[in-house]
């Protein structure tokens, strides 16, 4: 591994395909998810997505669907289910369950945790350590605990822009869309 592709990288990596990880999870043509990962319940994968090492993909409360092209960094845990209310109640409340979905070509920075029942908008970038809570529309930059929406994303053709509110605000324009 070192000699072709200049990596070091765990003994159990050596021993397990990502790809074949994909296949097994049904995931889409062209995706990868590393060996060291939990994944629970329903998850659907799109194609071309990959999934980094030390995450947690949570399916088990409902459907977790990534879209096609997703960069989903290293330590990300993506829920579908919480338990609060159930500990909080000594078990006399429910599990809350709901759907999660994370749109095609989003990034998802390392160590990000995105909560039950939110929905990622196409084209987004998620910023490292962020706690989503809410939903973020397609095209839309958030980070922060929790994750607040702080710019908007322009792609044109193989050209990404980021533009920050503040230079938004400078061209009289806080539509993020």
Not at 6 to 18: Q, T, V, Y
Not at 61 to 88: E, N
Not at 128 to 141: D, E, G, M, Q
């Given at each position: 591994m070192h000699q072709d592709w200049h990596k070091l990288i765990p003994f159990e990596e050596l021993l397990f395909d990502r790809w074949e990880k994909a296949d097994f999870l049904k995931a889409k043509t062209g995706s990868s998810i590393y060996h060291n990962n939990y994944?629970?319940?329903?998850?659907s994968i799109g194609k071309k997505t990959w999934i980094g090492p030390y995450t947690l993909l949570d399916g088990?409360?409902?459907?977790?669907?990534i879209g096609d092209y997703?960069?989903?960094?290293?330590g990300v845990q993506i829920y579908t289910h919480?338990?609060?209310k159930w500990a909080l109640t000594g078990g006399k409340a429910s599990y809350e369950k709901s759907k999660t979905t994370i749109g095609d070509c989003c990034y998802l920075g390392p160590y990000s945790v995105i909560t039950m029942r939110v929905k990622i908008g196409k084209c987004?970038?998620?910023g490292?350590?962020?706690?989503?809570?809410?939903n973020v529309p397609?095209?839309?930059?958030?980070f922060g605990v929790p994750a607040k929406v702080v710019g908007k994303v322009v792609v044109k053709g193989k050209?990404?822009?980021f533009l920050y509110l503040k230079q938004l605000q400078n061209k009289n324009s806080l539509t993020l869309t």
């Amino acid at each position: 591994m070192h000699q072709d592709w200049h990596k070091l990288i765990p003994f159990e990596e050596l021993l397990f395909d990502r790809w074949e990880k994909a296949d097994f999870l049904k995931a889409k043509t062209g995706s990868s998810i590393y060996h060291n990962n939990y994944v629970y319940g329903k998850v659907s994968i799109g194609k071309k997505t990959w999934i980094g090492p030390y995450t947690l993909l949570d399916g088990s409360g409902g459907t977790l669907k990534i879209g096609d092209y997703c960069s989903i960094s290293s330590g990300v845990q993506i829920y579908t289910h919480q338990t609060v209310k159930w500990a909080l109640t000594g078990g006399k409340a429910s599990y809350e369950k709901s759907k999660t979905t994370i749109g095609d070509c989003c990034y998802l920075g390392p160590y990000s945790v995105i909560t039950m029942r939110v929905k990622i908008g196409k084209c987004s970038v998620i910023g490292a350590h962020s706690l989503v809570n809410h939903n973020v529309p397609p095209y839309a930059i958030a980070f922060g605990v929790p994750a607040k929406v702080v710019g908007k994303v322009v792609v044109k053709g193989k050209k990404v822009k980021f533009l920050y509110l503040k230079q938004l605000q400078n061209k009289n324009s806080l539509t993020l869309t």
